[in-house]
Each structure stands twice: as C-alpha cells, then as structure tokens.
C-alpha cells in the first residue's frame, strides 16, 4: 500500500466524519485508484454509500473488499449490512457469524477475554445484530401459521410446540408450548422436506417407494436360512411405477406417486440417463448426500419457477438451518457426484433464459452448503422393515387371549417378539436412509434428553414423545440426544464435535460423567 493511497484514504476518512459523504467518496475512489487492493478503501466507500442509501454499490464494495482480505471483518460486517437491507437475511446472518467464529476462535486459542478482535469489530454489536437477524427470520419462518399449513413441502407438525432462539451459540432450539402431562402424547410429528434412500438399495433384491421410502420388497437372499422359508415375508406389495419418462422410480401409492412428481420428479424424470448415472456412482461409493441435494435444488427450483419468488425465499427452507461453509471439506468421490450433478441440471435449465437462475442456483458454493445443512442437521431414516411390519400386523390383529403370532410355519411367542427380532436381525432386511425435518431438526442436543424420536411404522415421518418421567412444563427447551447418550464423556465430545462440530455443555458433560 503506497503512502499516497493511505493519505487519500485519511482525507476521505476526514470529509466522512463532517459527513461531506461526496467528497469523502471522491478520496477514496482517488485512494483505489492508486492502489486497487486497498480494500479498507473499499469498506470506507461502502459505508459512505451506504449513509447515502446508495446500498447497490456499498453491496458491491464490500464484497471487493473482502475479495482481496477476506480476513478483513469490518468489510464482512458492511456486506451483512447491506444485505440486510435487500432483506437477504440468511447470507447477512452468516457474514456475522464468519466474524463471530472468528473473535471466538481467536479469543479461544490466546485464552484472552477482549471486546474487540485485531479488526476493531465491537463484538458486542456484531451479537446483538445476530440476534436482531435471528429473530426476524424466526418470526418470519417458524410462525405457528407458516407450520401448520400445508406447504408445497407438505410437512404436518402437530404444533405442541414452537421453535425459537437462543442465541449466536446455541442458535435456534425448540420449546414447548404447553405442560405435558400424558407421556404417551406425541410432541411432534412431521414429514421431511426431502428425504432420500441409502444408495446401497438400489438393487434388484429390494424395492422401496422413492418418496417416503417405505419397503415393497426385499428378496429372500437377504434373510438368513429359516426366515427364507417363510413365503408370506416375500410376496411383493402393489407399488406405482413412474409411467412418464423414467419408467424406473416405483412408490407405495398413487399419493407418493403424485407427490414426488408435484415436488422433484417432474424436473428430474426427463434427465433419467443422467440420473441413473449419479445413483451407480453414488451406489458404488456408497454415498447419499449427493442423492438428497439432487432433490433439494429440483425442490427449490421448481417453488422459483412455479411460485415465482426471489431465489432467497425458495432457498429458505432449507438454508434456515444451521450450516458451516468453512468446515465442508469434501472428498474427491463427492466433487465427483458435483459433476453429475451440474450435467442433470444443464440438461435441466438448457434454455437460454435459464442461464442466469443456473448460476445462482447451481454451483460449488451451493454444494457445499446443502452438504453441511445434511452433515450437521438431516436424520437417519429407518422405516420398518417387512419383517417388522408384518410382525406388527399380525400382533395388532391378534386376540387378547392369543400369545402367539404365525409367520409362515414359525410360531412367535407376542411376550418375546423382542428377542425374536434381535436373533433375526440381518443388517440387509432394514432399508435406511436420511431425511431433513424442519422442526425436529431444530431440536438442539443434549445428553440428557427430554425427548426422543421414533419413525413412523410405515413411512419416512417421524415423531417427538417425551422421554418417561422427565417433567416437561410449558416453556422448556426439548432435547434430543444426537449420540448414544450411554457412551463414556471424552467419546460423546468426540463424536458430537466431529459430526456436528459443537463442545457439548450439558450437565452430565459438565460434571464429565
Ligand atoms: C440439528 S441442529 C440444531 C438446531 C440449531 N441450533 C439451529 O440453530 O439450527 C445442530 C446444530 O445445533 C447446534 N447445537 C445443537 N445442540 C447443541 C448444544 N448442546 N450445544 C451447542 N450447540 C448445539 C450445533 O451447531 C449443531 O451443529
């Protein structure tokens, strides 16, 4: 940085400062000029621009700024700024929290206690606008009316409860809106906005509706001996074969059928060649993150192109979660699943006038931040298998008197379906897969929860019961274990802060119990 440069910049900041916001502007075009990469030019014109309402080009200066020092925090702040003003909330809230992380960090590795890190940023500002932005969204997103209607993502929550903000820590958590006094009493239930199965069952020994994932089929090979025998475990339930394009995607019902046309397949179906590409890679490298983002940007499109709103409002419901663009480190097989990707929606946005939707939409940053909201927030899916589900029919079409069940020749004791179910437990019966609930994945941890969940018998929704004998009065924050809550304390931190990058505070931890 030359002298010159600084001693414009000076006089600019001079004239700010009597607020004479021209002539200021004026220096510190001067200043660049000299010196391209003085980005603390570039963050001073911003707020110059910005005190003019000019918030176009104090938006595009301070994203210069942090182009060339993208430790420069001030700059991070005056683009969150100015993206609040276009009422980009979710990208003005991550800018703060970039600055955020960082004073944390920073303070964390020198042990000091500061207000203020080496940029000047008061730190007490950048929280409370944090929480001025959080609770916007909130009251935005998670309103009692927003939750029970219907959406286009059909997800019915039974508003037992609210979801809320903590703060810039613990961000949003979900709280009850009244006692609980029966514990048999869901708290809530809910559909995913997306779900999608394991690659690993895409293969001609199961058959699982694409939508909710509920098993059709699952062949003999994969029981063990004895259950082999028994015929009543193989015979195929109807299902519903896409009759469009693919001829390839098979549903439980003509519901499940329409749903995902309504939602993801009407986009998807025609590109099946591409498609059917990205499933044998991902069944090889068993993957499904790049599966569930497949859907989420078909979702978030077709909501921009049929709902005609602003890029940011389709994207919401999946970017209200929590995410971490510096923490994605992804692997060269998911780069990989990212060129599939981007070939299945060139096919799909190939008119001219899709260029510029394709570019917001689909590229690497987008990637990464889909994978960190599924990395950090979407939940493991495991919908009864045929086993179970006809060990369930059978248990709730018996008699009282009766105390067994019959599956095929094999006589079940009803007292120990438990122990039946254990010894035939094969790992290949289960179909498994993940799914993104809005609320339930706003629960935060604890290991000592409240509540736990439980999958619907027959599909991908799933349900919040309070834990026994845990007192639950209106108010209360709900929990949810993300672990196994038995495991030793060092072993919960470890897997919580490597799954979930989080320090686990409860006081079972506290006490490193
Ligand atoms: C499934 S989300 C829960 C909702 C989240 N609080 C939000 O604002 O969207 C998981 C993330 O919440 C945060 N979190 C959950 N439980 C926590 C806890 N006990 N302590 C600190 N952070 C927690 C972590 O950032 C974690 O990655």
């Not at 391209?36 to 000019?54: G, M, V």
């Not at 003003?85 to 929290?97: A, I, K, P, T, W």
């Not at 001996?225 to 549903?251: A, G, H, R, W």
Request: with cysteine; net charge neutral.
């Amino acid at each position: 940085m030359t002298e010159t440069t600084t001693s414009l910049r000076e006089i600019g900041n001079k004239f700010f400062k009597e607020k004479r916001l021209n002539l200021a502007i004026e220096n510190y075009n001067k200043a660049i000029e000299f010196d391209p990469s003085d980005y603390q030019s570039y963050t001073n014109r911003s707020l110059a621009y910005f005190q003019k309402k000019e918030y176009e080009n104090s938006l595009e200066d301070s994203k210069e700024a942090i182009k060339i020092n993208p430790q420069w925090d001030k700059a991070h702040y005056r683009y969150s700024m100015a993206l609040k003003q276009f009422n980009r909330l979710d990208e003005s809230l991550r800018s703060l929290y970039i600055i955020y992380n960082r004073f944390y960090n920073s303070t964390n590795n020198n042990n000091t206690t500061t207000s203020s890190n080496s940029n000047n940023i008061d730190i007490n500002l950048i929280t409370k606008e944090i929480d001025n932005i959080q609770k916007l969204l909130i009251s935005n997103r998670y309103s009692k009316d927003i939750i029970s209607q219907s959406e286009t993502f059909s997800n019915s929550i039974n508003a037992n409860v609210k979801v809320d903000y903590i703060n810039a820590n613990l961000g949003k958590s979900v709280f009850l809106i009244k006692d609980i006094t029966n514990y048999n009493q869901p708290l809530i239930s809910e559909n995913p906005l997306v779900s999608n199965l394991s690659s690993l069952y895409f293969d001609e020994n199961y058959k699982s509706c694409f939508h909710c994932l509920k098993s059709i089929f699952v062949n003999e090979s994969c029981y063990g001996e004895k259950m082999k025998k028994q015929k009543e475990l193989f015979i195929e339930k109807p299902s519903f074969t896409c009759d469009k394009n693919c001829k390839f995607e098979v549903y439980c019902s003509e519901n499940c059928k329409n749903e995902a046309w309504k939602q993801y397949h009407n986009l998807l179906c025609p590109n099946y060649d591409l498609i059917l590409k990205l499933y044998g890679f991902c069944r090889i490298k068993n993957q499904i993150f790049p599966l569930v983002i497949m859907k989420m940007l078909a979702i978030v499109l077709n909501d921009l192109k049929n709902n005609k709103k602003s890029l940011e409002d389709s994207l919401s419901p999946f970017t209200s979660f929590q995410y971490d663009l510096s923490d994605s480190i992804l692997s060269d097989d998911q780069l990989i699943a990212y060129a599939f990707i981007i070939d299945i929606f060139k096919s799909i946005l190939k008119e001219k006038n899709d260029e510029i939707i394709f570019n917001q939409l689909i590229n690497k940053e987008r990637y990464y931040q889909f994978n960190s909201i599924l990395k950090l927030n979407s939940s493991d899916v495991q919908p009864l298998s045929i086993l179970e589900e006809l060990i369930d029919n059978k248990v709730s079409k018996a008699g009282i008197k009766e105390t067994n069940i019959k599956i095929g020749d094999e006589v079940i004791e009803i007292d120990s379906i438990g122990e039946f179910l254990e010894k035939n437990k094969l790992p290949t019966i289960s179909i498994k897969g993940v799914g993104l609930y809005r609320v339930i994945n706003s629960i935060n941890h604890s290991c000592e929860p409240n509540v736990f969940c439980s999958f619907s018998k027959n599909d991908h929704s799933m349900t919040i019961y309070p834990t026994p004998k845990m007192q639950l009065k209106k108010g209360q924050e709900i929990n949810i274990s993300y672990i196994n809550e038995d495991l030793p304390f060092s072993q919960r931190q470890k897997l919580l802060k490597e799954n979930y990058s989080f320090n686990c505070n409860c006081k079972k931890c506290k006490n490193k119990e």
